[in-house]
């Protein structure tokens, strides 16, 4: 069968999770793309990503191209890279290539990244907005796929207590965005600039949400409750929080908080699909997001899922 995709190093790095701008150096000095297509297939696709995006050899990518005839895939994923550097590589490898003409076939972007830089969510959200904005507008269709869930028992300077309920909100914020169910206010904060409504080119032509999916530990043990109740009033993060409610609900907002820091384990990655982290995951992993992709993939894909049904690449 014929392939054709970048071939990027697969080096094992973790994301960075670095707060706003820290993660910007890269994507600043972007080379100019000048690889082409190669097959004949009349459907095309980019993958536009981080580190999760970027694995080579049996990537969500490659599964889809394997198991869709019609469809061509190339990856210009790169590891570590926020939001932002992500829409500042699509721009530069993609839509400044000289070989690749949107208009020549029924083109697509597959978006996944924004984990590097999910600590500040509004903005990653409006730099993911402004990449499917350069998309729509260069005559891509486009697929958006939400952060993939992450974390661990182990990490505990992220996740232990209620450290990990304000990274679970950020990520979930930038999942509801890409699935289309906040409000520009909502999703972009400040960045949304007074705009109260989405407009035409705002949102992917097709999402798929990775975060509430196979991939997450759905089975794993509840936190116990008791630390969490005799700990959530030393923690000066929820104390704030808790100070922000109206007190007739504060009561119930306790309550909430300590059953979302309890029902975290749910929310990490399979740890069967971990490759070197809780972050990423391995081959079996990329092939759950590729039958995901597939089961909404368009005829014109060519799709037999079937064939995505073994763990075992085709």
Not at 101 to 106: F, G, H, I, R, V
Not at 185 to 202: I, S, V, Y
């Amino acid at each position: 069968m014929p392939r054709s995709r970048m071939v990027l190093p697969m080096v094992l790095i973790g994301v960075l999770l670095l707060p706003d701008g820290a993660a910007a150096k890269p994507g600043v000095d972007e080379p100019i793309g000048a690889w082409a297509f190669r097959t004949a297939r009349p459907v095309k696709a980019v993958v536009a990503g981080g580190s999760i995006a970027a694995f080579q050899g049996a990537g969500f990518g490659d599964r889809l191209q394997e198991a869709c005839a019609h469809l061509e895939v190339v990856n210009v994923a790169k590891a570590r890279y926020s939001a932002w550097a992500v829409a500042r590589r699509f721009e530069a490898q993609v839509l400044r290539n000289p070989n690749v003409d949107p208009k020549a076939a029924e083109t697509w972007v597959f978006v996944l990244g924004g984990l590097n830089s999910v600590g500040n969510p509004e903005k990653t959200n409006a730099d993911v907005l402004a990449l499917y904005r350069m998309a729509h507008d260069a005559g891509y269709k486009v697929l958006g796929l939400s952060l993939s869930p992450w974390g661990s028992e182990s990490d505990a300077k992220r996740w232990a207590g209620f450290a990990g309920v304000g990274r679970q909100d950020n990520t979930r914020k930038a999942v509801d965005f890409v699935m289309g169910r906040l409000s520009p206010a909502e999703a972009l904060g400040r960045h949304a600039e007074g705009r109260t409504a989405w407009k035409p080119g705002d949102q992917p032509d097709l999402a798929v949400d990775l975060y509430d999916s196979p991939l997450r530990d759905r089975d794993a043990a509840l936190r116990a409750a008791a630390p969490l109740e005799a700990a959530i009033d030393r923690d000066p993060a929820m104390a704030r929080r808790l100070a922000e409610v109206p007190e007739a609900r504060r009561k119930a907002e306790r309550k909430r908080l300590v059953e979302q820091a309890r029902a975290l384990p749910r929310w990490y990655l399979r740890p069967d699909l971990h490759s070197f982290d809780s972050i990423h995951p391995n081959r079996e992993g990329h092939r759950i997001i590729a039958s995901l992709v597939c089961q909404k993939a368009p005829a014109s894909w060519g799709c037999d899922c079937q064939k995505l049904e073994s763990g075992r690449p085709q």
